[in-house]
Antibody, heavy 119, light 110 residues
Framework: QLQLQESGPGLVKPSETLSLTCSVSGGSISSSSYYWGWIRQPPGKGLEWIGSIYYSGSTYYNPSLKSRVTISVDTSKNQFSLKLSSVTAADTAVYYC???????????WGQGTLVTVSS | QTVVTQEPSFSVSPGGTVTLTCGLSFGSVSTSYYPSWYQQTPGQAPRTLIYSTNTRSSGVPDRFSGSILGNKAALTITGAQADDESDYYCVLYMGSGIWVFGGGTKLTVL
């Protein structure tokens, strides 16, 4: 059974870079059928797609975040990562990673990790 | 900027039927947007209910169904139960690897 697990600092200072990693177990990140994505949810608010990556390294970003986001993949570790630069309090959110099935769905999801931006 | 619209809140009686919708700030939602639906309870990750408009995810009861109604995607819950009280999100595929989530609907069962 495929499982995803987010990891990274729970507290980031304003103007710094948020860095998270998603570890994939129970399946290969190099599967040609899937992409891998990041989604976030500010406290009490809705979901926002941040971006996705294919195992080859092709990336797709939310236009509203594109200037600050970098998603990368490490197939040797079966992981993919998110970097979000110049963070502000507005970037405080639960960050989820998920497998993206072509153009159809996000499934499964990681449990999510809360990142708070505060000095 | 593309906006995906959902009702902010909805209420249904136990045993009743409710239809939540997912629209676009411009134009109509069609199957080409591959609408999918997710259920989220507080403190939990979203759970896939429906993908590709009307395909039920594994283990999802058949009282959940997806469709296109008019110019919107729709999620219908037939025979609502107390544990259906959740937030429901739709997401549309815009092409070129881009996805947009709706703002979510908070469903109350009472």
């Amino acid at each position: 059974q495929l499982q995803l697990q987010e990891s990274g600092p729970g507290l980031v200072k304003p103007s710094e870079t948020l860095s998270l990693t998603c570890s994939v177990s129970g399946g290969s990140i190099s599967s040609s059928s899937y992409y891998w994505g990041w989604i976030r949810q500010p406290p009490g608010k809705g979901l926002e797609w941040i971006g996705s990556i294919y195992y080859s390294g092709s990336t797709y970003y939310n236009p509203s975040l594109k200037s600050r986001v970098t998603i990368s993949v490490d197939t040797s570790k079966n992981q993919f990562s998110l970097k979000l630069s110049s963070v502000t309090a507005a970037d405080t959110a639960v960050y989820y990673c998920a497998r993206v099935e072509s153009d159809s769905q996000f499934d499964p999801w990681g449990q999510g990790t809360l990142v708070t931006v505060s000095s | 900027q593309t906006v995906v619209t959902q009702e902010p809140s909805f209420s249904v009686s136990p045993g009743g039927t409710v239809t939540l919708t997912c629209g676009l700030s411009f134009g109509s939602v069609s199957t080409s947007y591959y609408p999918s639906w997710y259920q989220q309870t507080p403190g939990q990750a979203p759970r896939t209910l429906i993908y590709s408009t009307n395909t039920r995810s594994s283990g999802v009861p058949d009282r959940f169904s997806g469709s296109i109604l008019g110019n919107k995607a729709a999620l219908t819950i037939t025979g609502a139960q107390a544990d259906d009280e959740s937030d429901y999100y739709c997401v549309l595929y815009m092409g070129s690897g881009i996805w947009v989530f709706g703002g979510g609907t908070k469903l109350t069962v009472l």
